[in-house]
């Protein structure tokens, strides 16, 4: 079929040429398709139309595959701490090589991976990426051995990680401050919901709610319902406002949810807790 599809491409005064990659079972994993498919035909322009028996110096990055795709999973969940370890892994398996400059291309072919998967998943700043690879290859260039070769790609991709992390909470600081504030607007609206919430910041609604549980401290519904309880109390010291009314008001659906959860945050009804506080 690889050689159907060239045949019919090939017209003069054009030529083609196809990227191939390994199969995947998922079809979320169509991206690592493309990747491998356009790291391969890279690889084939670069070196020329060489034989099985000449490509055999890179054979171990194709036996760490799919550890480098774990680490972009790891990457991407923020478990920077996992895809550091297996990053070492590669690192070590790369070294193991008897011949020197087996290793040393495939520690330069795995800075290349590395780098391009960084930022055709949109893992990385690509400005920061692009820094540490123009600092690394400074430095390779007065290595004097594979220990040292090691040592400074680590400090590659510790780097890397660390500047993902940073932009992370950068981010996700960002994003509460924004979940705060919508939700402190329309807390009164009776459907505002956790998705609604994660459409309008345009995050998941599975992500949302555990940023509520890691960074807020408690759940989404709980953080709402203390948000109109809030806005309850102040009305009921400061007007008259029916307490059915204030109820409705502040985003229940029926007076009796209104007092449960009033109780639940204050310890007492709404009617006692504006006889002791009226002012």
Known sequence: LYGEILNKLNRPPYRAYIGVSNLYKYITDIRYCYLEAKENLSHKHFYGELGEEQNNDLSIMNENADNIKRIMIYIERGDMKNAAMLFRQVCANI?????????????????????EKLI????????????????????????KDINEI?????????NIILNIEQRNKAKKYQNILRIREYIQENSSDRDLSLEVVANHVGISPTYLSRLFKEEIGMPFVDYLNQTRIEKAKELLINTDILIKDIGYQCGFNTMQNFFRVFKKFTATTPGNFRQINKR
């Open 150 to 158: 090691e040592q400074y790609i680590i400090m590659f991709f510790t």
């Open 120 to 143: 055709a998943l949109k893992l990385a700043n690509t400005e920061d990426v692009f820094k540490e690879k123009s600092e690394l290859e400074k430095n390779l260039k007065y290595c």
């Open 95 to 115: 070294s193991k090589l008897e011949n020197i400059e087996e290793a040393i291309k495939g520690f330069n072919t795995l800075k290349d991976i590395i780098v």
